[in-house]
């Protein structure tokens, strides 16, 4: 397989390149598939219950041919997805996808457990270990470090602004050992991408050093995230017509987003031959891609703190991808988009738990409210010009091609939960007057004990700390 840059077609490169380069240093363009390979329909046809791995399986393997044998692949998979993605009926015509079943309780999981085999896979015909830099607000650093922790030949330092995030989010980072620490850096997220991305500008470093990040621009962390979708979608299939009472049903699939990774991973999944038929992109008040499905207008602007901070994001980075891929026409009759407001989505976490009794995250709850609002007629006063106004909050005035589908009751949604609700404890407990059971796996985080490693914010003393500390 090829892979081409979003920024000049005429760049081609192999896997390997793309996923240990992450972007393109002399375009700054990101790396996509020259083609999405559609699996076989007997595959895709079969009505037993599928198997995430085999399809995880299936849906990796045209990507690495002739770079990773089917054995290592298999290795890969395996180590990678000791868990699985749940797919759980809501109420009648929803179901709720559960991707908070890995070590972190979220879905950057499935990319980053991913991204790190295989990033140790093509690393190992190096001589040095490959030191990855990421700076995090949050959720990120937290699936980069646990996915990397004890992956040979890799070496990671994650850094964070001390003091803006979560206490959970915190101790999350600073636990890691051996391969991976974190920095706590006296200073805002800014402060610390800007120190990241001067030490990947640094000749002299560089001379000493090989550097990589791990962001999720990196297309070993966006094609994993297609296995879920696959997964789910066939789930649904095979099951709807005893669920839901409708024989073959368009499946539409809502994608809370902040930077679109996961939604572009639902369109490759699509490509591919899952059987989804629209996909709605509910995004909280950093509504850049609602508003430019609104008005055809593209303006990223600066990002706004929200609830669900983890969709924070007001230039949104696959954008860019999206666009490769698709028209603004095509974009508008497979997407439908959605957006909230912080109160909106705290009576979203009320709601879904009064009326079905789920307890939902804050970004799930997004999902949940639009899919609600869609088949209670959000739709039908879109398509007949009775909402029009995109700066009101709720659904975007557009018209997907799958409209009707929902408006005459032909279809099921299936609303992906992105994280565990006990990682946003304390805005589910404004909401519904109760906290959501801690998993076993985050209460233990939660008694280990604190080894970050404070850093000034100041780029000379972090270059001394990587000399003294990174071989
Ligand atoms: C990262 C994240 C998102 C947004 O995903 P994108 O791929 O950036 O759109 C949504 N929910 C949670 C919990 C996340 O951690």
Redesign the pocket.
């Known amino acids: 397989m090829f892979y081409i840059d979003t920024r000049d077609s005429s760049v081609k490169t192999n896997f390997k390149n793309a996923v240990m380069n992450g972007m393109n240093p002399q375009t700054g363009g990101l790396y996509v598939p020259e083609s999405f390979p559609r699996l076989d329909n007997a595959f895709i046809n079969k009505t037993l219950e599928p198997s995430f791995r085999d399809i995880a399986f299936n849906m990796a393997r045209p990507y690495c041919e002739g770079e990773i044998p089917d054995d290592e692949l298999m290795k890969i998979i395996q180590d990678a997805y000791p868990f699985s993605p749940k797919t759980i009926p809501l109420d009648r015509t929803s179901y709720i996808l559960e991707l908070?079943h890995g070590p972190t309780c979220?879905?950057?999981d499935f990319g980053a457990r991913f991204m790190a085999r295989v990033m140790s896979y093509f690393n190992k015909e190096e001589g040095s270990p490959l030191h990855i830099l990421v700076a995090t607000s949050?959720?990120?650093g937290s699936?980069v470090g646990s996915a990397f922790q004890d992956v040979e030949g890799l070496d990671v330092t994650i850094l964070y602004p001390e003091g803006k995030i979560s206490e959970i989010q915190e101790k999350q980072l600073s636990t890691f050992t051996g391969n991976v620490r974190a920095l706590k850096v006296k200073g805002t997220f800014d402060d610390c991408q800007k120190l990241v991305k001067t030490a990947f500008t640094d000749t002299d470093l560089r001379k000493s050093l090989r550097l990589s990040s791990a962001n999720?621009i990196n297309i070993s962390r966006l094609l994993p995230?297609s296995f879920y979708y696959m997964y789910s979608a066939l789930t649904v299939r095979n099951r709807a017509s005893l669920d839901t009472k409708i024989d073959e049903p368009a499946i539409i699939v809502i994608?809370?987003?902040?930077?679109?990774?996961?939604?572009?991973?639902g369109l490759i999944a699509r490509e591919m031959g899952a059987p989804i038929t629209g996909f709605v992109a509910a995004t909280n008040i950093n509504r850049t891609v609602p508003d430019w499905i609104a008005t055809g207008i593209y303006t990223p602007r600066p990002s706004i703190e929200t609830y669900?901070n983890?969709?924070d994001?007001g230039a949104?980075?696959?954008y860019e991808r999206i666009c490769a891929l698709y028209s603004l026409d095509e974009v508008k009759e497979l997407l439908a988009s959605y957006w909230l407001d912080n109160d909106g989505i705290k009576e979203a976490i009320e709601n879904c738990n009064k009326k079905t009794g789920y307890i939902i995250?804050p970004?799930?709850a997004i999902g949940w409210k639009a899919w609600h609002d869609i088949k209670n007629g959000a739709l039908r006063d879109v398509a007949s010009g009775l909402k029009n106004d995109y700066n009101k909050v709720g659904l975007t005035p557009s018209v997907p091609k799958w409209a009707n589908e929902v408006i005459n009751n032909n279809a099921v949604g299936i609303i992906?939960e992105?994280?565990h609700p006990a990682?946003f404890g304390q805005i589910v407990y404004d909401a519904i007057g109760r906290e959501p059971a801690i998993p076993e796996r985050l209460q233990e985080v939660l008694i280990k004990p604190d080894r970050s490693i404070p850093m000034e914010n100041d780029y000379n003393q972090f270059k001394d700390w990587i000399c003294a500390n990174l071989k």
Request: no cysteine.
């Open positions: 908070f979220a879905f950057k949050g959720d990120t699936a999720s995230q994608v809370p987003s902040g930077n679109f990774g996961n939604l572009t991973s669900a983890a969709m994001v949104p980075s696959n995250d970004h799930g992906l992105t994280a990682k």
